[in-house]
């Protein structure tokens, strides 16, 4: 079977076990390891390498487009609040959906319309509580609103991209191998050093007290 969609061309082979089940080794490939997998399973894949032919990886050229239309649109244009959020709801909804870590292709449109419902209604309530408060005090810092804000954004709408390749990627069903420990102590330290700036933060404008008793 050849996979003919945004992430290029694989050729996909099925690789049955001929005495019943079996677990999975770990090996490397093509650059890439592969995590051991203790469960049995009735059969396998292989993924081969094909030559380009015509099939193109369009997914970082959509990325691309989407991030510098939005860099454009919120620094030139500077729009409300609430109207660039809900372009980032959506933007952000259709990009993971369709383009970052497509469920199926063709997609399934009944489960698109039927996840977006409470997509909106846990956004708004991340607005109301959040997002209004903290976007309105960029008004009139259009760049860094863009620029920081964007990053961010495109960092959590691309995290199947982002995150895949990193070495706890599959944390739970193996032991971490060194590279997996270091990245996972980097991811800490970060993680402690912003709750440490945040909560020095909270407590030179007195509200530390009141976001740690809730």
Known sequence: MVHRTWGGCVSLSSLPFTEGSSNFESSTSNGITSASFLPSFPGA?????LARN????????ITTYNAICMFILTLLMNPPTWVLFHILVFLGYTQIIFV???RSQPP???WV??????VIFASYWAYKVAFKTTMEGFRKLPFELAFWQGTGYWIGVESAQVFGKLPINRLGY???DPAGVITLTIILVFVVI?????ALTLRKVGLLQYFIVR
């Open 54 to 61: 015509g099939c193109l990886d369009i997914h970082p050229i």
């Open 45 to 49: 894949y292989a993924l081969m390498r």
């Open 194 to 198: 912003v709750a440490v700036i945040q």
């Open 100 to 102: 970052s870590n497509p």
């Open 108 to 110: 399934d449109w009944e």
């Open 174 to 176: 193996d032991a971490l």
């Open 113 to 118: 319309f039927a996840s977006f419902g409470p």
